[in-house]
């Protein structure tokens, strides 16, 4: 996720939220370690061009944290937008990692999403 760092508030309570759906020392282990990060601008050495603003970056490392705790979570959502489509995409991305599947399946996927974005 990322948002211009003025809004990096947002970033810190969504952080905070993901941890609090953790157990006890999966929390303490998360709050100490970068399994949900937030990258504050110039991290990457990113140059800001023309009037746009700095942005921050909300990361989750761990794929078995996005498949077993955010999907489930993310799937009480009703998207009502073609961003489910999106989200269809993230899932199926996610599971074929978790399956160290990304490599001989990406192709297909990738495919499938570059002829839906066509369209519209």
Known sequence: MVTTT???????????????????????????????????????????????????????????????????????IQFRTKKHKDYVDFISLAFLNLEGKYLTSLSSLRSRIGSRRRRG
Do not use: A, M, W
């Open 6 to 76: 003025v809004n990096k508030v947002l970033l810190d309570k969504i952080r905070e939220f993901l941890l609090n759906h953790l157990d006890e020392p999966s929390g303490i282990l998360g709050s100490c370690t970068k399994l949900i990060n937030i990258v504050p601008p110039g991290r990457d050495d990113k140059k800001i061009k023309g009037g746009n603003k700095p942005i921050s970056n909300l990361e989750i490392y761990q794929v078995d944290y996005i498949c077993n705790i955010l999907i489930p979570y993310l799937d009480k």
